[in-house]
């Protein structure tokens, strides 16, 4: 991190310890600040439902590969068809992208991630991930990293292409913008004047309170601010040919970045990975989505944005070593990350879990602490403070190969 | 004596979807709210036109045509709640036609709710757990003696029953062969029970002495046996949480409500009943405590404008706006309240609103001549429309402000075209 940011993360730190989340949201400055070429930007994708890391990273050679097959039996898929990946590990058929990738250097894979407590629900599994504490708390990590700038309260610091915000990326002041593919944006035309008067009262709506509760208090303050950012937004591609899904929500999320409306951090997600069925064929296709996802978002990203953006994967869970009568896999404990973009530092960064000493309840161990991942990720890539971001200390992966903007 | 108009929109708003000038005026007759109450739980009334027939299939034409016909529904109806609780299980129940691939088995589902809803939380429950449309999503259908599998045996405890930290990973283990065997006929239609395939030893589940657990037992106990009081909360807060305002298990409010749907033998209707009944239903904290959900906003403002969904809303609208029917993006369900607060959803709300006042202008036009009425006037046939019976101050004034500024523009013309969208982006009407 260069000592602008540095310096610039810590007075806004201050400023926002000093007057914390007092300021009605109504009178929050407006307005987003371009980033300086030396900030790093982060793409966080979400694989909802539990990604099966024994399908994403396979065994295929040595011991793992005689406890894997004797796991998962005929559905074992074939050594000889993995696209590369380490020596004894090779990928999902699926991933043959990802895998050219990973032989360029280009993909961190973190295998055996994982939070000292299983948490084997769907719900609490993925708040824990996306807020990095056990317990619950409202606000995800990312967004707590980005209540610490100057310009908080900004939505479009943090956009979800999606309907909804996940937690990853809502803060106790930030807000992001959600962004579904193919809206637009009204109100954004300065020649309609009869608009023009309607979406400043709109806008006035948040002039004082409605008298009708806080969260009518809340829509007027998000319409205003909506209003705001819709200028900044427009010419912005809100859709794209890829085809709808994950594809498709990653090149909107390239466009973002390319626009420099001050965005830092997009999230995206992806369903459907809670493979208790059919997981071979299940994944073979999700996995193919994502790989053909990842190409297509590089190829959408403009060319002086690629040293200052990174792709991190994450999952709630892992899933179990053991097969079930369906030809799938029950929720499990550690699972795999990815760091992916030319600044990483490429390879497999952990060990990958035993799949011979589990659990009582049979599930992979962890071998990391995710916070491991999140920490270098905060302080080598976005410019912030792990310690006071993750409540705590842990020691840094070295994911990171060289910092934003320039060329490892 | 007769229930203040305040207190009658209330209970329309929560009830069902939206407050028109009728339903304001005849439920303010009432002599009280008990007598208010029995008539929006006047179940009787409930329309009998069948849902429409579809494709054993992924079809969005189908889909959509399901999906325009319950919301037409939803707009039209006199008995709000049942569409309310249908809506409430489908979101408790979830499931996705893009898993199943089958959006017939989804609308059968769908009318099990509609017949069920409002009846006994067992039979409701038990229905559900063989209902094809759920062995599919869970993947219990696959779940056989040799290799269980805890997809819908967890889910059956955390989200359908008794929520998280009342089980633990042991019963979810014996649940998942407990429930072994539960399978489809070979068309995918419909539910047969395969001994061969069912794990029939000893399982030890909730700490009890051991017995050969089979599926439906397990409901029993949960709800009616050893779990029944945990369970009964866990319901009663989750529909108390959709009625009046947002609540956990442990609330003080929710100990007293669940008691009684356990005297009611677990009839949801009577659980539905003592929440409206409830004093916290009628407090000052139950008021505008909820921030309406995209289906209910758009259902709301569709009504407000006498515009059938058919013209008013894509079936892109809706998957914008985050809450498509039959489509869940997973098993957690949509979220609520803080879930439709964001910049995005103001931006897919007005979106949506600049498009359907051209069908409001040039088909009901409800504001027809307002370009010539006083701003005072344009303000109040606003509000009364939308049935915000108490805008704030502010809100009045800046509507006021609006038709004035649009008067002094020469832009007067364009008030009947413009109100629909300011009126159903004022605060008061995106909370309920």
């Known amino acids: ?87 004894d ?119 004082s309170p409605a008298d009708h509760g806080p969260w009518a208090d809340l829509i007027a303050a998000t319409g205003e601010r909506a209003l705001d950012k819709a200028s900044l937004s427009v010419g912005l591609p ?52 994502l790989d053909q996802a990842i190409e297509g978002f590089f190829a959408t990203l403009a060319s002086d944005r690629h040293n200052r953006v990174m792709v991190l994967v994450v999952s709630e869970f892992g899933r179990k070593p053991g097969l079930t009568s369906s030809l799938g896999s029950d929720h499990g404990y550690a699972g795999i990350s990815m760091l992916i973009g030319p600044n990483v530092a490429g390879g497999l960064h952990s060990e990958s879990p035993s799949l011979t000493n589990l659990d009582a309840q049979d599930c992979m161990i962890p071998t990391i602490d995710l916070r491991s991942l999140y920490a270098p990720v905060l302080d080598g890539w976005l410019g912030g403070d792990s310690n006071a971001v993750l409540g705590g200390t842990y020691s840094p992966l070295g994911v990171i190969a060289a910092s934003p903007g320039t060329n490892k | 004596m007769s229930i203040s108009s305040s207190d009658a929109a209330h209970l329309l708003r929560r009830s069902g979807y939206g407050v028109t000038t009728a339903e304001l005026d005849a439920l303010t007759q009432a002599a009280d709210r008990q007598t208010a109450v029995d008539r929006v739980l006047a179940l009787q009334n409930t329309p009998t036109d069948p849902v429409p027939t579809v494709d054993d299939s992924i079809n969005f034409v189908d889909w959509w045509r399901t999906t325009t016909w319950w919301m037409e529904r939803m707009r039209t109806t006199p008995v709000g709640i049942v569409e309310k609780m249908t809506l409430f299980w489908h979101d408790h129940f979830v499931s996705s036609m893009i898993k199943v691939m089958s959006i017939e088995l989804g609308v059968k589902q769908h009318k099990l709710f509609r017949d069920l809803g409002m009846g006994d939380f067992e039979a409701l429950t038990q229905a559900v757990a063989v209902d094809p449309n759920m062995l599919i999503y869970l993947d219990n259908w696959l779940n ?79 709800v009616r046996g050893s779990k029944a009081e945990v369970s009964s909360k866990f319901i009663t807060a989750k529909v108390f949480s959709i009625l009046a305002y947002p609540v956990e298990p442990d609330d003080p409010a929710v100990a007293p409500i669940a008691a009684q749907f356990r005297a009611a033998g677990l009839d949801i209707t009577a659980l539905v009943r003592a929440i409206l009944l409830s004093d916290e239903f009628w407090s000052p904290r139950a008021r ?92 109040d046939e606003g509000f009364r429309r939308f049935g915000i019976i108490e805008p704030s101050s502010n809100t009045y004034s800046v509507v006021e402000n609006w038709a004035a500024q649009l008067r002094s523009d020469g832009d007067a013309a364009y008030i009947p075209f413009n109100l629909p969208m300011i009126m159903a982006l004022t605060p008061e009407f995106q909370v309920s």
């Open chain 1, 1 to 87: 991190m260069t000592s602008l940011s540095r310096r610039r993360f810590l007075q806004a730190a201050v400023a926002a310890s000093a007057v914390g989340a007092t300021i009605p949201r109504w009178m929050m400055p407006a307005g987003a600040l371009p980033l300086a070429s030396d900030e790093g930007m982060l793409l966080v994708v979400n694989l909802g439902g539990g990604l099966d890391s024994l399908s994403l990273l396979v065994p295929s050679d040595g011991a793992r590969r005689s406890a894997y097959e004797a796991a998962r039996g005929s559905e074992a898929l074939a050594a000889g068809s993995l696209p590369p990946a380490t020596v």
């Open chain 1, 89 to 207: 590990h090779g990928f999902n058929p699926s991933l043959t992208h990802l895998s050219n990738r990973f032989s360029a250097g280009g993909v961190a894979l973190v295998d055996g991630i994982g939070l000292p407590e299983s948490l084997r629900s769907h719900s609490l599994s993925t708040a824990a991930v996306q807020s990095a504490s056990l317990t619950p708390i409202p606000t995800g990590w990312l967004g707590r990293h980005l209540d610490g700038y100057s310009d908080r309260g900004d939505e479009l610091m943090s956009v979800a292409v999606s309907s909804t915000v996940p937690l990853h990326v809502r803060g106790d002041v930030n807000q992001a913008a959600a962004m579904p593919p193919g809206t637009g944006m009204w109100g954004t035309d300065p020649n309609n004047r009869v608009d023009q008067t309607t979406a400043d009262a709109v806008r006035a709506f948040s002039n």
């Open chain 2, 288 to 379: 505008f405590a909820l921030v309406r959900s995209p289906l209910e906003w758009v259902v709301a403002t569709l009504k407000a404008l006498d515009v059938p969904v058919s013209d008013g809303i894509l079936d892109t609208d809706v998957v914008a706006m985050g809450q498509a029917p039959f489509l869940h993006p997973h098993v957690g369900g949509w979220g609520a309240n803080e879930a439709w607060v964001s910049t995005g959803a103001s931006w897919t709300r007005s979106d949506w609103l600049s498009r359907v006042r051209w069908v409001s202008y040039y088909s009901s036009n409800p504001f027809a001549g307002l370009e010539s009425a006083t701003p005072a006037e344009v303000a």
């Open chain 1, 238 to 289: 809100t859709s794209s040919t890829a085809p709808r899904g994950i594809r498709q929500d990653m090149e909107i999320a390239a466009h973002v970045f390319n626009a420099d409306i001050g965005t830092r951090v997009v999230a995206v997600g992806a369903g459907g990975y809670d493979t208790h069925g059919s997981q071979n064929t299940k994944t073979a296709h999700l996995l193919g989505e």
């Open chain 2, 144 to 222: 056989m003696s040799w290799g269980p599998q805890e997809n819908f045996a967890r889910e059956l405890m955390e989200l359908f029953t008794l929520g998280v930290g009342n089980y633990d990973e042991n019963d979810v283990a014996a649940m998942a062969r407990a429930w072994t065997g539960h399978g489809l006929t070979g068309d995918f239609h419909n539910y047969q029970y395969y001994d061969w395939a069912h794990d029939g030893g000893q399982k030890s589940l909730f700490g009890l002495p051991a017995r050969a657990w089979n599926g439906p037992e397990t409901i029993t106990e949960i």
